[in-house]
């Protein structure tokens, strides 16, 4: 069962701004150039005090050590700093500022959330890029072979030589390494499987 506020959210209210918001006209949305991107995102980066790249066993060194605690359990910690002097003075941490901590790092939760969102969506962009130029590159050389076959398309020839030659290399593996073998001594048996005599 739902229960409206009448005073703070009227029906007819809340249906009149629904209505106003959908009728604003929204502004366009502008493409970015990836360098105005890149520029942008440095001076953000810039303007933040407490941006600290970690090696990724760093990363792993914090997380495993912060994970140790639920989330209800680090706040029911830090108001034991606030129920007696004695503990705030024993950690050297005023309550509040270990609040405002607890609040600054559920804030910048939201903040990485959307930059993981915004990477995520940007990497898939780019993919479909990528399998597009693929796609266009396969047609380009699919077309370009069947036209170099007619001498009037002579140009076309070096261009498909090149490509058929650079396919060849990229396809090609390198031979495993063989390990090598350890020598006997002369004179000594090699060693051999005995055979079961059934």
């Given at each position: 069962?739902?229960?409206?506020?009448?005073?703070?959210?009227?029906?007819?209210?809340?249906?009149?701004?629904a209505?106003?918001?959908?009728?604003?006209?929204?502004?366009?949305?502008?493409?970015?150039?990836?360098?105005?991107?890149v520029?942008?995102?440095?001076?953000?980066?810039?303007?933040?005090?407490?941006?600290?790249?970690?090696?990724?066993?760093?990363?792993?060194?914090?997380?495993?050590?912060?994970?140790?605690?639920?989330?209800?359990?680090?706040?029911?910690?830090?108001?034991?700093?606030?129920?007696?002097?004695?503990?705030?003075?024993?950690?050297?941490?005023?309550?509040?500022?270990?609040?405002?901590?607890?609040?600054?790092?559920?804030?910048?939760?939201?903040?990485?959330d959307?930059l993981?969102?915004?990477l995520?969506?940007?990497?898939?962009?780019?993919?479909?890029?990528?399998q597009?130029?693929?796609?266009?590159?396969q047609?380009?050389?699919?077309?370009?072979?069947?036209?170099?076959?007619?001498?009037d398309?002579?140009?076309?020839?070096?261009?498909?030589?090149?490509?058929?030659?650079?396919?060849?290399?990229?396809?090609?593996?390198?031979?495993?390494?063989?390990?090598?073998?350890?020598p006997?001594?002369?004179?000594?048996?090699?060693p051999?499987?005995?055979?079961?005599?059934?």
């Amino acid at each position: 069962m739902t229960v409206i506020d009448q005073n703070l959210n009227p029906p007819a209210a809340t249906a009149a701004t629904a209505a106003t918001a959908a009728d604003t006209p929204q502004p366009p949305v502008t493409n970015l150039d990836p360098e105005v991107v890149v520029e942008q995102l440095r001076t953000i980066r810039s303007q933040m005090a407490e941006v600290k790249p970690l090696t990724p066993p760093q990363k792993r060194a914090l997380r495993d050590g912060s994970r140790k605690e639920s989330d209800a359990v680090l706040a029911s910690s830090i108001n034991v700093i606030g129920a007696l002097d004695n503990v705030a003075q024993a950690i050297g941490q005023k309550p509040e500022d270990v609040r405002q901590l607890q609040t600054d790092w559920s804030r910048w939760t939201a903040v990485i959330d959307e930059l993981r969102g915004l990477l995520n969506g940007v990497e898939g962009a780019n993919l479909v890029r990528r399998q597009q130029l693929s796609l266009i590159a396969q047609q380009a050389f699919a077309i370009g072979t069947q036209l170099a076959r007619n001498p009037d398309n002579s140009v076309l020839v070096p261009h498909i030589q090149e490509l058929k030659r650079m396919k060849k290399a990229s396809g090609r593996k390198k031979k495993p390494a063989e390990t090598p073998q350890t020598p006997t001594p002369h004179g000594a048996p090699e060693p051999t499987t005995p055979k079961v005599v059934q």
